[in-house]
């Protein structure tokens, strides 16, 4: 069954059209991603679909069906409490997920209290549990505010908050791009390993081919507002139709490792290695 299926959905500016006939079909587990260029539409994509497309935009028409239910026709009060229980967001701005002056433990009490019927305690406890799932002190995290945390534990505990309630649809919006190489690998990892744990459908929103080879099951390609190519990752990897796709599989770096000497030594002489 689908978690997410959007239709034929097409959301303009005035007469400048933004995202344009995109049709995209996620099942749980799944992780879709969608890739492009800056300003290709993918953003706008991924906030229309929780109820948080700009004023300035405006959907002319389409589907976004969210387990059969139609939720292009839910109001605001509606769209507030399905958000972060039904469709969560990992979005790049991770400090915002976050007020700065308020204990990343009260934030989260919060959460769950506007959710849930849970006793303190309870929300205490899954809390601490979610914080320590994402590799976080959780106890110290808890009694933090987020400006004493570094950027990659602000975006794990983001994380945390962002699946704490088992969400159907977890919508990544370029989740990475502030990280360093390895906090980002650590990042995926969480998400991948999240995914597996809960079962929902992932969403996620880069330009960045790297991020997705290992982790997406499917994969779309967006440019200009239009789906150019979409399907199973290995397959558009090995063989991509459009040549855009094959302009951006181009440009990833090649992997390539550099000879390091190490020097050994044995009871006769020295020996030169080299490791390739």
């Known amino acids: 069954m689908s978690v997410l299926k959007i239709e034929n959905l097409t959301i303009k500016k005035q007469e400048e059209t933004i995202v344009d006939n995109v049709c995209i079909d996620i099942k749980a587990g799944e992780w879709l991603a969608l890739v492009g260029e800056s300003g290709s539409g993918k953003s706008v994509t991924a906030t229309v679909i929780g109820g948080l497309l700009p004023k300035a935009l405006k959907i002319e028409s389409g589907n976004i069906l969210l387990e059969n239910q139609n939720i292009l026709n839910l109001n605001e009060r509606a769209f507030r409490k399905i958000r972060g229980k039904q469709i ?5 701005d991770y400090q ?19 959710h849930t019927t849970w006793k303190k305690r309870e929300r205490v ?7 320590d799932s994402v590799n976080l002190s959780a106890q110290q995290v808890y009694n933090n505010y987020p400006f004493q945390l570094s950027g990659g534990q602000v975006q794990r505990a983001a994380i945390a908050i962002a699946t704490i309630l088992k969400p159907k649809l977890l919508i990544a919006d370029e989740p990475t791009t502030a990280l360093d190489s390895l906090t980002s690998l650590k990042v995926l990892e969480l998400i ?3 995914k597996e744990q809960t079962g929902c459908a992932v969403l996620f929103i880069t330009h960045d081919l790297r991020h997705v080879k290992k982790y997406a099951n499917n994969l779309s390609i967006m440019l200009r507002g239009k789906l150019v190519e979409y399907g199973d990752k290995k397959e558009i990897v090995e063989k991509p139709k459009h040549e855009y796709t094959k302009q951006l599989l181009s440009a990833i770096p090649p992997l390539r490792n550099s000879p390091t000497r190490l020097l050994t030594i044995n009871t006769e002489k020295e020996k030169e290695v080299t490791i390739v």
Not at 88 to 92: E, K
Not at 96 to 113: R, V, W
Not at 125 to 131: G, K, Q
């Open 192 to 194: 991948y390993n999240l």
């Open 96 to 114: 915002g997920a976050f007020s700065p002056f308020i204990k990343i433990g009260k934030q989260f009490d919060e959460m769950l209290a506007s």
């Open 88 to 92: 969560s967001y990992i979005f790049q």
């Open 125 to 131: 406890e899954l809390t601490l549990h979610m914080l």
